[in-house]
């Protein structure tokens, strides 16, 4: 998840919760008598005679108006669904551009080359990595499956002293975030079947 679609998450939170949270505060206070009895009286259902008679002759448009309400509902939800699997993945980095003409550097070629770089050592058995971020701050995020027994001090020396300084001399930079995820599982030993 990328932090655009973090903040939305929050600031959907933070809408959905006051919305509740004044809902809520509103049927305890006609619940204890807050407001004037004659229009909200304590002691009777919310649908009472007054909303039954209204929805009776407003026939039938509140019912339509609650159906594009849900679907609107249900349309917004999907999208909130469909944007929680959205990445920022970073295509072309402009490295140069001038009179004499530009510079894009391809992100999947960087990013194969980082991965490779990292499945080189011996107790690595595998990599992917992706570029997010923007042209201007462009980040790395690498999966590594390593093998149990080996020590992740050799691990963080393949990551810190052969891979990340590759990418930044690839990327003509002196800095660029990292964050690796690394699973640790037992390598897969070769099986010899007897005759």
């Avoid at 669904?81 to 990445?87: A, E, P, S, W, Y």
């Avoid at 800095?175 to 099986?191: D, F, K, T, W, Y």
């Amino acid at each position: 998840m990328d932090r655009k679609t973090a903040r939305g998450n929050r600031l959907g939170l933070l809408i959905t919760g006051l919305l509740l949270t004044v809902a809520g505060g509103l049927v305890v206070a006609r619940g204890a008598g807050a407001f004037p009895q004659a229009w909200a009286p304590a002691r009777e259902p919310i649908v009472n005679g007054p909303v039954r008679e209204a929805f009776a002759r407003y026939h039938p448009w509140p019912w339509w108006a609650i159906a594009a309400a849900g679907v609107v509902l249900a349309l917004l939800g999907l999208r909130w669904l469909l944007v929680q699997g959205r990445r920022a993945r970073l295509g072309d980095i402009r490295l140069a551009s001038g009179p004499g003409g530009v510079t894009d550097l391809h992100t999947g070629g960087v990013t194969d080359a980082v991965a490779a770089d990292v499945s080189a050592h011996p107790a690595i058995l595998g990599a992917s990595a992706t570029m997010v971020g923007t042209n201007a701050r462009p980040a790395v995020r690498l999966r590594v499956v390593a093998d149990e027994s080996a020590p992740m001090s050799a691990i963080r020396e393949q990551l810190t002293g052969v891979a990340i300084p590759h990418m930044r001399r690839a990327l003509e930079t002196e800095h660029i975030p990292a964050v690796a995820q690394v699973n640790l599982e037992e390598p897969q030993r070769s099986r010899r079947t007897l005759a």
